[in-house]
């Protein structure tokens, strides 16, 4: 009996109105029901109250010493208080708003209630009343519920499930892979999770339950990657090994090791039949682009076109000058489209794609308009990919029949959500800094020492340097975030114009204005640039040597890390100076941790850790899935054997269909529906 597909109707006294109630809480099957598990436990053994600690809850054992009574006050509000005799010692017990409980005491009778401890009192707030079928020491199990549903229901359904089916529930994790890792079978999760007899018990099931949900998780994923792969519809790009190699010869620099490492890991998917689907994760300053820029060309070889989508048209105008100054003289013809041409200039760049006079286009969302057909388009990278939405990025790999896909990001990606929400993709990352690149020095000032940071910035404008003057949005107005900047803007102005001249950046300006404005600070027309938005990711400024961060503390780690990066560009020493009056306790660790590391992989597990996942890319998502039992942050360990153990198992094509496999194949098929055409 498959338990996904029995309806949980089949239970006793499950009629309409209690199935919708069930169905709130996403459980629609008896499966469903079994795997609903607890968030927490609540102990029921017996404290001793010289031990108890005030507002702790406890358990306390007693005799009625009097009649209860039920005092009303307010509208519909009550309480009941009775006296229980413990150690000797008459404690009053107070419930709110449970009058029925009164005839659960008769004086001299002994009870057991579970509550809240108040310590100056010597007094219990009563949250229930403990029966016969509690003994000492047990545990109880508390459930996320609704409006819909009341725990002593939810409680009574899966013991109902629990007894009914128990001898049908099959285990799903391979033995092989249960027996490496002393793992119980789902039966003895089930009933450890629901039915512990003690907190080891629960620990121990719960254990097994994180292992469980992680693996069938990954195993999903797993089965979306090997279908693509087993498809074979990619594009086997047979590169030029000897041009790619003389090209590698002419640089100017040697590769880094984390580099060299990673062009492999792409080469080896060009030149394969499975459709490439690879995200390239680098800190600020890594090197990605000369990555993309090898890919591009090894696929140029292979006679197809590459393309290279970009968010913004100054980091395409970019991309293209850095391209077009390495490839050129190769002999490689390479354009650029964006929205800001005109219709002759955009017209005649199309045809010359669609002819296939272009070999490597660089580009906006101009790249997917309707008006733009490829030649033969084989490789496409994806700058900054998570700018774009999903259907901008389907819409560039439609322009192919099924193109390579590299997508990059310089947000480290916290090893958390490399193998959760990025899992599907197979993940590449520079994780060394090109040698002669100097580490930025970072520090952190209070408010009231601001003098310092202008004296420090007057020096480096003397030596001709440039300067990034950052203030974060502090509400949801943007005329009072406009006016914050204004004031940091006049009072620069006071001290440095007219010598230097002084710009402002914010989130009213049209798109035009704000280009023209980076374009003049890349061209050292402005000298300090104040801004109340992100300074925008992979533009390149080198002469920019000082990052000053006002009101630090309301950004999170990855964001602050991404504004350092904006300096540190050239070979000249960079500085990093954020002015923050920290609040609380993790506001100040924020600060500590930047100025002690400049390596975005760990600042991403700290923000990761700190703030959780919702911010983690500047945004309220979080990115990672919503799992039940496991946290995917404080159990990384956990997460991270599943994840090896089921990529290992999807590895061989068949492994799927041996017989020591058919219960998690078909488990899979029926929660994923994504095994279908492995027979």
């Known amino acids: 009996m498959n338990l996904q597909q029995v309806p949980v109707s089949e239970l006793p006294g499950v009629g309409p109105k209690r199935l919708t109630a069930i169905e709130s809480l996403g459980i629609k099957s008896i499966y469903d029901l079994l795997f609903y598990f607890p968030f927490r436990y609540e102990d029921m053994e017996v404290k001793d109250l010289a031990d108890a600690v005030d507002q702790e809850k406890i358990l306390l054992k007693g005799v009625v010493a009097s009649d209860p009574v039920v005092a009303h006050f307010g509208y519909r509000k009550n309480r009941l208080n009775v006296r229980i005799l413990s150690e000797s010692e008459s404690i009053m017990v107070t419930f709110f708003n449970q009058p029925w409980l009164k005839d659960k005491f008769e004086t001299g009778n002994e009870v057991a209630v579970y509550g809240k401890w108040n310590e100056a009192r010597r007094a219990l707030t009563g949250i229930k009343v403990i029966g016969d079928s509690h003994y000492e020491g047990s545990i109880d199990s508390v459930y996320s519920v609704n409006k819909n549903i009341h725990q002593k229901t939810l409680i009574n359904l899966i013991k109902q499930a629990f007894d009914k089916y128990h001898q049908d529930i099959v285990t799903v994790i391979p033995e092989k892979i249960r027996e490496k890792y002393k793992l119980l079978n789902d039966e003895q999760i089930v009933k450890g999770m629901h039915f512990p007899e003690n907190e080891s018990e629960s620990e121990v099931a719960r254990r097994s339950a994180k292992f469980r949900e ?132 955009h017209d005649t760049i199309a045809q010359n794609i669609a002819d296939g006079k272009i070999n490597i286009i660089v580009g906006t969302h101009a790249l997917i308009q309707d008006s733009v057909t490829f030649k ?267 994840q090896q153990e089921a990529e290992q198992l999807f590895k061989e094509t068949d492994a799927i269909n041996k017989p020591e496999n058919k219960v998690l194949k078909l488990f899979l098929n029926v929660e994923f529906e994504q095994l279908n055409n492995f027979d």
């Open 214 to 345: 992680f693996f069938l998780f990954e195993c999903g994923i797993q089965s979306v990657k090997a279908k693509e792969t087993q498809a074979n519809d990619g594009i086997k790009e047979e590169y030029s090994q000897e041009f790619v190699q003389k090209f590698l010869d002419s640089l100017p620099f040697e590769l880094t090791k984390a580099q060299s490492r990673v062009v492999q890991e792409i080469l080896d998917d060009m030149n394969s039949s499975h459709h490439m689907n690879r995200l390239l994760q680098g800190d600020v300053g890594s090197g990605k682009t000369i990555v993309a820029v090898i890919a591009m060309l090894a696929s140029v070889t292979a006679g197809y076109q590459a393309a290279i989508m970009a968010p913004t048209e100054i980091l395409a105008q970019q991309h293209f000058e850095k391209i077009s100054k390495l490839l050129t003289p190769l002999k490689l013809r390479v354009g650029i489209l964006t929205g800001s041409q005109t219709k002759k200039e």
């Open 376 to 642: 033969k388009l084989g490789f496409i990278v994806i700058d900054e990919q998570h700018r774009f939405g999903v259907n901008q990025r389907k819409a560039l790999r439609q322009k192919g029949e099924n193109p390579d896909v590299l997508a990059m990001t310089a947000t480290p990606i916290p090893r958390t959500l490399a193998i959760t929400t990025y899992g599907d993709m197979d993940v590449s990352r520079i994780d060394e800094l090109p040698s002669g690149r100097k580490a930025i020095e970072t520090y952190w000032i209070r408010s009231q020492k601001i003098e310092q940071m202008y004296r420090f910035v007057q020096k480096q404008l003397e030596q001709q340097a440039q300067v990034y003057v950052v203030t974060p949005l502090i509400s949801e107005s943007e005329k009072i975030d406009l006016k914050n900047a204004e004031l940091i803007f006049d009072k620069f102005n006071e001290l440095f114009a007219p010598k230097y001249k002084i710009g402002l950046l914010h989130g009213q300006m049209p798109n035009d204005e704000k280009e023209s404005v980076m374009n003049e600070f890349s061209n050292h027309k402005i000298d300090v640039l104040v801004s109340t938005t992100v300074i925008e990711v992979g533009v390149d400024v080198p002469n920019a040597t000082v990052m000053v961060i006002y009101d630090a503390n309301r950004f999170g780690l990855s964001q602050l890390h991404q504004l350092r990066g904006r300096v540190g560009r050239g070979d000249k020493q960079s500085y990093c100076i954020l002015i923050a009056d920290p609040k609380n306790d993790i506001a100040l660790e924020r600060m500590k941790i930047l100025t002690q590391t400049t390596d975005g992989f760990v600042l991403a597990e700290e923000d990761l850790k700190m703030r959780g996942s919702g911010d983690l890319l500047g945004s309220k998502q979080s990115g990672l899935p919503d799992f039940k039992v496991g946290n995917p942050i404080t159990d990384f360990n956990i997460l991270e054997t599943a």
